[in-house]
T-cell receptor, first 110, second 112 residues
Framework: GQQLNQSPQSMFIQEGEDVSMNCTSS?????WLWYKQDPGEGPVLLIA?????ELTSNGRLTAQFGITRKDSFLNISASIPSDVGIYFC??????????FGEGTQLTVNP | DAGVTQSPTHLIKTRGQQVTLRCSPK?????VSWYQQALGQGPQFIFQ???????QRGNFPDRFSGHQFPNYSSELNVNALLLGDSALYLC???????????FGPGTRLTVL
């Protein structure tokens, strides 16, 4: 199956800073999804991207679907303590089975 | 509008036993997918059910089986449990097989 490479693996930032993380694939995806997962909980969908070049915002979060269809970026502006968690990128493979990246662990210091 | 629900929340079993996990999809969704998430890793696709049939399957042995009911709810069964089956089991639902998937809170399975 396809593999998604997500970076960085972890980030330690100060409250108020902006955050940027990305996801790359060796193959083309037609949809990119970004999820956030808190400890012991299921992933929560943050942003869904359906079109190459698309830029979509959800509050302080902005994500972009790369024009090559092989990458996507997630930015968080003015981080706050509740942004702490693991962020996953995911894409549907073979129709609808989601392939996930390994996640970016975000820590925000107040 | 209820989201995806799963039961039980936690489960402890011993090697060799069998387990059944349950999932109710989000209202309006007819497709259920199951994922296994080991500690520190991203979720891994197990299988997907639509119209009461298994439509896609990931790289999991036959010990993992499932079922979907007419009301779209689903069960995941795991037989002959191994220590390595300890994980968070996630259910996701979507409107159709290609729709965006929404996840439940998961069931934490511990095999001793």
């Amino acid at each position: 199956g396809q593999q998604l490479n997500q970076s960085p693996q972890s980030m330690f930032i100060q409250e108020g800073e902006d955050v940027s993380m990305n996801c790359t694939s060796s193959s083309i995806f037609n949809t990119w999804l970004w999820y956030k997962q808190d400890p012991g909980e299921g992933p929560v969908l943050l942003i869904a991207l359906y079109k190459a070049g698309e830029l979509t915002s959800n509050g302080r979060l902005t994500a972009q679907f790369g024009i090559t269809r092989k990458d996507s970026f997630l930015n968080i502006s003015a981080s706050i303590p509740s942004d702490v968690g693991i962020y996953f990128c995911a894409g549907p493979e073979g129709g609808s089975r989601l392939t996930f990246g390994e996640g970016t662990q975000l820590t925000v210091n107040p | 509008d209820a989201g995806v629900t799963q039961s039980p929340t936690h489960l402890i079993k011993t090697r060799g036993q069998q387990v059944t996990l349950r999932c109710s999809p989000k209202s309006g969704h007819d497709t259920v997918s199951w994922y296994q998430q080991a500690l520190g890793q991203g979720p891994q696709f197990i299988f997907q059910y639509y119209e009461e049939e298994e439509r896609q399957r990931g790289n999991f042995p036959d010990r993992f089986s499932g079922h979907q009911f007419p009301n779209y709810s689903s069960e995941l069964n795991v037989n002959a449990l191994l220590l390595g089956d300890s994980a968070l089991y996630l259910c996701a639902s979507s409107p159709g097989t290609s729709g965006t998937q929404f996840f439940g809170p998961g069931t934490r399975l511990t095999v001793l």
